[in-house]
């Protein structure tokens, strides 16, 4: 919703605490609106995570990087 990625999100870099999902190692953060490639850097931040997760028996349906993608886009107003 802020409009931002990580920019080299892993699944190590997502801690949960108190129920609450919490992005860790910043330095990398990425403008998804302003960065004319913002967009991209998202894109492989979910494919990452979403890779991970499918991984861990997450189905397919759920961990699609492309509809995962599409949403957060949505979100931060690209869609």
């Known amino acids: 919703r802020a409009g931002y990625a990580h920019g080299d999100l892993s699944p190590y870099n997502l ?3 108190r ?3 919490v992005m860790i190692d910043l330095p990398q ?3 998804v609106v302003a960065n004319p490639q913002g967009p991209e850097f998202l894109a492989r931040d979910v494919r990452v ?3 991970w997760f499918a991984a861990r028996g997450l189905t397919a349906a759920a961990a699609d990087p492309a509809d995962l993608t599409g ?3 949505e979100e931060a107003g690209l869609r």
């Open 49 to 51: 995570v979403a890779g």
């Open 29 to 31: 953060v990425v403008d």
């Open 15 to 17: 801690l949960v605490h």
């Open 71 to 73: 949403l957060l886009l």
């Open 19 to 21: 129920g609450r999902l």
